[in-house]
């Protein structure tokens, strides 16, 4: 079965950066895109963007633009998720998955790493 | 960028039909999905390309669309169904949206 298993938790100090990752399993890890969500305490679901395994390509949404970098090693079916700058806004549960794509039902999810930003 | 609105919260009584609307520009040209959220835990996709239910999910769960808005309707609801809503889109770039989220709450 699929599994997306990810790293503990992080506190960070302001101005720090902190890299999440995201090991991929019972799948092929080139076949789709790794995604990055993030929720911070009682808000909503926030996409921050995609990899694509295979090629290396991204995409980044706006706000993350600049502060965010996502990379792979396709040798151990890892993906990674850094950010940079951080604020206390950025405290938040991260989530590693597999969306919907070309039409397709994907739904995996990893177990989410918490990210808190503390001075 | 583009958003994706949704109504903060909607109340329910057991066995009652419960409507989640989503309101965007991009829908009216792309698909919509929904994910259901329980407290503390990852989402879960409910519907994908605006009717369609993936494998194990129940019946009572379904999609409509009309012009720029979605409806996720929830039939019959049950207990279980209290949860978070969020609808999701991708625009012509690839870049993915998620809806303002709503709170189902069974009374």
């Known amino acids: 079965q699929v599994q997306l298993v990810q790293s503990g938790a992080e506190v960070k100090k302001p101005g720090a950066s902190v890299k999440v990752s995201c090991k991929a399993s019972?799948?092929?890890?080139?076949?789709?895109?790794i995604h990055w969500v993030r929720q911070a305490p009682g808000q909503g679901l926030e996409w921050m963007g995609w990899i694509n395994p295979n090629s290396g390509g991204k995409n980044y949404a706006q706000k993350f633009q600049g502060r965010v970098t996502m990379t792979r090693d396709t040798s151990i079916s890892t993906a990674y998720m850094e950010l940079s700058r951080l604020t206390f806004d950025d405290t938040a549960v991260y989530y590693c998955?597999?969306?919907?794509?070309?039409?397709?039902?994907?739904?995996?999810w990893g177990q989410g790493t918490t990210v808190t930003v503390s001075s | 960028s583009y958003e994706l609105t949704q109504p903060p919260s909607v109340s329910v009584s057991p066995g009652q039909t419960a409507r989640i609307t989503c309101s965007g520009d991009a829908l009216s040209k792309q698909h919509a999905y929904w994910y259901q959220q329980k407290s503390g835990q990852a989402p879960v996709l409910v519907i994908y390309?605006?009717?369609e239910r993936p494998s194990g999910i129940p019946e009572r769960f379904s999609g409509s669309s009309s012009g720029t808005t979605v409806t996720l309707t929830i039939s019959g609801v049950q207990a279980e169904d209290e949860a978070d809503y969020y609808c999701?889109?991708?625009?012509?770039?690839?870049?993915?949206?998620f809806g303002t989220g709503t709170k189902v709450t069974v009374l």
């Open positions: 019972g799948y092929t890890f080139t076949g789709y895109y």
């Open positions: 390309k605006d009717i």
């Open positions: 999701q889109s991708i625009d012509n770039s690839a870049t993915y949206v």
């Open positions: 998955a597999r969306l919907p794509q070309l039409g397709l039902p994907i739904d995996d």
